[in-house]
């Protein structure tokens, strides 16, 4: 047993200070090879996926919900693989400074929520520009423009929660090794 506690924290390596606050950045294990964090390429791939899933699952969910479509067709655009993408990628940064400034977690959804509605406000407000916005909540009671609604604050809250403790957390923790 005191082998075990022993090879645990030398794999924990010295990122580990008894704290029980967790690096988003893994200590590499004696003798390992050497590994780079993904490049922000990849991380715009990964988030870019990611929102799109969620997107689909979310209006599969929604539709389902006022029509019992059992088939649970979700949908979204290409336009969503930029929005999110660079949405997500910009949260790291925005992550990064709650997190150092130590506020706590509703204080930094909310936060996010702010940023997720200006920035689809602004994706739609040019979409539109161009002819090609793919949503429209001109029906739903707390629209603005159509472009967004304070129905989906919730929504987004909780998609800003996934975001911060489980993807860019863990996109940011993954390591390729040479």
Same mark, same amino acid.
């Given at each position: 047993?005191?082998?075990?506690?022993?090879?645990?924290?030398?794999?924990?390596?010295?990122? @580990?200070?008894?704290?029980?606050? #967790?690096?988003?950045? %893994? &200590?590499?294990?004696?003798?390992?090879?050497?590994?780079? %964090?993904?490049?922000?390429?990849?991380? /715009?791939?990964?988030? &870019?996926?990611?929102?799109?899933?969620? #997107?689909?699952?979310?209006?599969?969910?929604?539709?389902?919900?006022?029509?019992?479509?059992?088939? /649970?067709?979700?949908?979204?655009?290409?336009?969503?693989?930029?929005?999110?993408?660079? =949405?997500?990628?910009?949260?790291?940064?925005?992550?990064?400074? /709650? /997190?150092?400034?130590?506020?706590? *977690?509703?204080?930094?959804?909310?936060?996010?929520?702010?940023?997720?509605?200006?920035? #689809?406000?602004?994706?739609?407000?040019?979409?539109?520009? *161009?002819?090609?916005?793919?949503? @429209? +909540?001109?029906?739903?009671? +707390?629209?603005?423009?159509?472009?967004?609604? *304070?129905?989906?604050?919730?929504?987004?809250?909780? =998609? =800003?929660?996934? =975001? #911060?403790?489980?993807?860019?957390?863990?996109? *940011?923790?993954?390591?390729?090794?040479?």
């Amino acid at each position: 047993m005191g082998a075990r506690k022993l090879n645990a924290r030398r794999v924990r390596g010295s990122n @580990d200070q008894g704290t029980g606050v #967790e690096h988003d950045v %893994p &200590a590499e294990p004696h003798g390992s090879v050497s590994s780079r %964090p993904l490049s922000s390429l990849v991380r /715009l791939y990964v988030y &870019a996926l990611h929102g799109c899933l969620c #997107e689909v699952a979310f209006t599969a969910v929604w539709d389902w919900c006022s029509t019992r479509d059992r088939r /649970l067709a979700g949908h979204s655009s290409l336009w969503a693989l930029p929005m999110y993408a660079t =949405a997500i990628y910009l949260m790291e940064s925005l992550r990064a400074r /709650l /997190l150092a400034q130590h506020h706590p *977690l509703p204080v930094r959804l909310m936060v996010y929520t702010v940023f997720i509605y200006l920035w #689809e406000f602004s994706w739609g407000a040019g979409l539109r520009l *161009l002819g090609a916005c793919p949503w @429209d +909540y001109s029906g739903y009671r +707390y629209n603005l423009g159509g472009l967004v609604t *304070l129905e989906y604050a919730l929504p987004w809250a909780v =998609a =800003a929660f996934i =975001a #911060e403790q489980h993807v860019i957390r863990n996109t *940011l923790r993954i390591r390729l090794h040479n």
